[in-house]
């Protein structure tokens, strides 16, 4: 059984581990290297995932194992306090397709609604990510641009599509 949940700075260890295995599995989807995420101390990466009012991580967690993560920011100021972001959508490769990324992003859809009563959540995604599309497609997004040499790894650019999703009018 998987479980959702916010995490929090106890969460640290497991949140840094996970993120090193996204980084690992997907560097041209994840920000940033391996050795800026490994960089990061535990203090630093708690603060990260502190949820606070312009900021929410959230994990899948099979038993114990953190298993998938995904977290949402916003800004603080009030012109632009009404939208939110979508960052670092993760599930470890064996537990995908199980609806996981489709849990954690409901998880911070309703918290952006709810708790931040958010009008619209955005997220970017790698241009040549068909199933990462997909997945935002099938949960409500839809692309409005396109931002050429959005990323470059191993000396290779990378467009990425910005997205967004209505979530009250």
Known sequence: MITIRLLGPGDAGCFKSLRLVAVDN????????????????IEQTAARIQPTATQAVFGAFAGASLVGITGVRREPLAQVSHKATIWGV???PGYRGQG????????????????????????????????????YTSHGFATFGIEPCAMQVDG??????HMVKRLKE
């Open 26 to 41: 997907a560097p041209t989807a994840i920000w940033p290297t391996r050795e800026e995420e490994e960089a990061r101390t």
């Open 90 to 92: 993760f599930v470890e």
């Open 100 to 135: 996981i990324a489709q849990s954690l992003l409901a998880a911070a859809t309703a918290h952006a609604s709810h708790d931040w009563n958010s009008v619209q959540l955005m997220l970017c995604v790698n241009a040549e990510n068909v199933a990462a599309k997909m997945l």
């Open 156 to 161: 290779r650019f990378y467009s990425e599509e």
